[in-house]
Every structure is written in structure tokens, then in C-alpha cells.
């Protein structure tokens, strides 16, 4: 079991990292024309330790939190890693509609 949800995670982890490249480079496209003036993409209540106005550090976040959850296996991390990839997924997704219509 927990051999195809690590391989899940991974996967997924995989694609965030893709779609976040792609979207902290339209970011610093927006910031140019002064279309992004935000501190962070997730208020403080979103689960996540760090705080930025791009994705690369959200990705890391979740980067390092799989590697914990790796050596340990714990419910609660793993729990609190899926909630964080689909927050992930979720923005990402949301920037990306309303940026390509």
C-alpha cells in the first residue's frame, strides 16, 4: 500500500513542480507590468509553514514534507501532505484558467 501511495505522491509532487515552473514565471511577467503586487500565495491558515509570493517554495515545502513522511509513515503527515498537494493543485490550476483565457 504505502509503495503506490508513495509512488502517488511522487507523481503528483512531479506535476506540481512543472505547472508551479511555469506559473512563477508568468508571476514575474505580471510583477514586470505591476499586476502582482501580493505578499503570499496562501493566507497563513492554509497549512503550510512558509509564506511566499511565489510557488517554488510551497513546492519545496511539500518536497521536504514527503521525505518525512518517507522515514516515517505517519497518518498525520501524510494527511497533512495530501491536503497541502491539493491546495497545490487547486491554485495552480485556478491561476492557470485565468490566465489562458
Known amino acids: 500500500m504505502s509503495?503506490?501511495?508513495n509512488q502517488q505522491l511522487i507523481d503528483n509532487i512531479s506535476i506540481i513542480l512543472k505547472k508551479s515552473l511555469s506559473a512563477d514565471a508568468t508571476l514575474a511577467a505580471?510583477?514586470?507590468?505591476k499586476k502582482?503586487?501580493?505578499a503570499a500565495i496562501f493566507k497563513n491558515d492554509a497549512g503550510f509553514?512558509?509564506?511566499?509570493n511565489t510557488f517554488q517554495p510551497y513546492v519545496e515545502e511539500v518536497a521536504d514534507d514527503?521525505?518525512?513522511w518517507q522515514q516515517s509513515q505517519s497518518q498525520k503527515?501524510?494527511?497533512?501532505l495530501v491536503?497541502?498537494?491539493?491546495?497545490?493543485?487547486?491554485?495552480?490550476?485556478n491561476f492557470?484558467?485565468?490566465y489562458v483565457e
Open 3 to 5: 509503495d503506490s501511495v
Open 49 to 52: 509553514n512558509c509564506s511566499a
Open 30 to 33: 505580471l510583477r514586470e507590468e
Open 66 to 68: 514527503l521525505l518525512k
Open 83 to 93: 491536503k497541502k498537494i491539493e491546495q497545490l493543485f487547486t491554485v495552480l490550476s
Open 36 to 38: 502582482a503586487g501580493f
Open 96 to 98: 492557470e484558467k485565468s
Open 77 to 80: 503527515l501524510l494527511v497533512e
